[in-house]
């Protein structure tokens, strides 16, 4: 499962900058721009917390302790 996690962090973060590219060519009315936008605070989020278990994990492993990670959390 962490292939799937990985997988689903980078498919959110292409998401993510997909939604940003569409933002920033600034042709879209506002109702649906003020939708994108809080559809990529919702990704950010979610890849912020990706990359804080990442970190969380890779803090463990440097500091010497030998824990077991569930691969589906």
Do not use: W, Y
């Not at 962090?9 to 721009?33: I, M, R, S, T």
């Not at 890849?47 to 691969?71: W, Y």
């Amino acid at each position: 499962m962490a292939a799937a996690k990985k997988n689903n962090f980078e498919n959110q973060l292409e998401e993510l900058e997909a939604l940003v590219e569409q933002l920033e060519d600034g042709d879209l009315p506002l109702d649906e721009a003020l939708k994108i936008f809080e559809k990529g605070v919702k990704l950010s989020r979610q890849c912020q917390k990706h990359l804080a278990e990442a970190e969380q994990k890779v803090t463990i492993l440097m500091n010497g302790k030998e824990e077991v990670f569930d691969a589906e959390e």
